[in-house]
C-alpha cells in the first residue's frame, strides 16, 4: 500500500516535474497520446495475466472486461493519432508506468489461486485511481486537440467504471 | 415448391403491412448513455440502439432480453409485450434506460 501511494505521487511528480510550476510543464499532445496509451497497454497485460492465472470465473470475466474495453479505447487513440497526424512521444511518465507494471506483474506471478485473485483486484482498484486521477487532473486539463480530450473524458467515464467493477469485485471475494 | 414461394410472399407482405403501422424508436448510445433514457412505445414498435461509441455495449434487462450492440454498430429489439422494462448494459452496469411498452 505505501509503495502504491508513493507510485501515485510518483507519476503525479513526474507530470510536475521540471520548473516546479505545474502549469510551467503541461504534457504535449503527443506525450497525453502515448501516456494514455501506454496506461491501456499495462491494464491489458494485467488482464491478460489474470485470465491465465486465476480460476475464479469473476476474476477473469473482469479482466475479459479490461481487455476488451482498453483494447477499444486504445485502437480508437491509435486512429486519432493517425488521423491528426501526431507521434506518441515517449515521456518520463510513460516510462515510469510501465517499469513499474513490470515489477507488479513479476510480483502476481509468484501468486496463485485466491492469494493471485486478491492481490489483482486490488491492484486493479489502485491502479485505475491512479490512472484516473492522473487523467482528470493533469491529462484532460492539459489536452490542446479537442477530439483527444473528448476521447480522455470518454476514458475516463470508463476507467471510473472500472475502477467501481473492481470495487465490487474485491467486495465479493470476501 | 410454388405455394411456399406464393406463401413466403404473403408473409412478406403481412411483415410490412405491420412495420407501416409501427414505429422504429432511435435511442442513441453516446459516451456510456442512452438518449434517450426513458422510452414510451407500444406493442409492435421497435427499438433501435445506434452506437456511436468504439466500445461493445448491450442493452440487457436481467432476467430477459439482451441486444448486442456492437462498437459503431447499431442492434434492434421488437416489442412484443407490454410492460415496463429497466435494462441496463452488461458491460458498463452504470448505463441504466428503461423502455415502457403500452399494450
Ligand atoms: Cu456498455
Redo the contacts with the bound molecule.
Keep these: 500500500m505505501t509503495i502504491r501511494l508513493k507510485t501515485a505521487a510518483t507519476v503525479i511528480a513526474l507530470l510536475f516535474a521540471a520548473g516546479g510550476a505545474p502549469a510551467a510543464d503541461k504534457p504535449t499532445d503527443q506525450q497525453i497520446a502515448h501516456i494514455a496509451y501506454t496506461a491501456g497497454v499495462i491494464d491489458i497485460e494485467a488482464a491478460k495475466q489474470a485470465i491465465a492465472t486465476s480460476k475464479n470465473p469473476t476474476i477473469v470475466e473482469f479482466a475479459e472486461s479490461m481487455v476488451r474495453d482498453h483494447e477499444a479505447v486504445n485502437k480508437q487513440a491509435l486512429d486519432l493519432v493517425k488521423k491528426l497526424n501526431v507521434t506518441p512521444e515517449d515521456n518520463d511518465t510513460s516510462k515510469t508506468l510501465s517499469k513499474e507494471a513490470e515489477a507488479k506483474r513479476q510480483e502476481l506471478g509468484k501468486l496463485t489461486g485466491a492469494e493471485f485473485d486478491k492481490a489483482y483486484i486490488d491492484h486493479e482498484i489502485a491502479y485505475h485511481k491512479q490512472v484516473n486521477s492522473a487523467v482528470e487532473t493533469q491529462l484532460i486539463p492539459a489536452a490542446q486537440n479537442a477530439e483527444l480530450k473528448s476521447l480522455l473524458e470518454t476514458g475516463l467515464k470508463l476507467f471510473q467504471g472500472h475502477q467501481q467493477h473492481a470495487e465490487r469485485v474485491a467486495a465479493e471475494l470476501k | 415448391m410454388r405455394s411456399m414461394v406464393f406463401f413466403a410472399s404473403l408473409l412478406g407482405a403481412a411483415a410490412i403491412a405491420v412495420a407501416a403501422q409501427a414505429e422504429t424508436i432511435q435511442v442513441m448510445v453516446d459516451r456510456?448513455v442512452y438518449t434517450p433514457a426513458e422510452v414510451d412505445a407500444k406493442v409492435g414498435d421497435e427499438i433501435q440502439w445506434i452506437n456511436k461509441?468504439g466500445?461493445?455495449?448491450?442493452a440487457t434487462v436481467k432476467g430477459g432480453w439482451e441486444v448486442n450492440l456492437p462498437a459503431k454498430k447499431s442492434g434492434r429489439l421488437l416489442l412484443q409485450e407490454p410492460g415496463s422494462f429497466d435494462y441496463i448494459?452488461?458491460?458498463?452496469p452504470n448505463?441504466k434506460g428503461r423502455i415502457t411498452v403500452r399494450p
Design positions: 456510456l461509441d466500445l461493445v455495449h448491450t448494459c452488461r458491460y458498463h448505463m
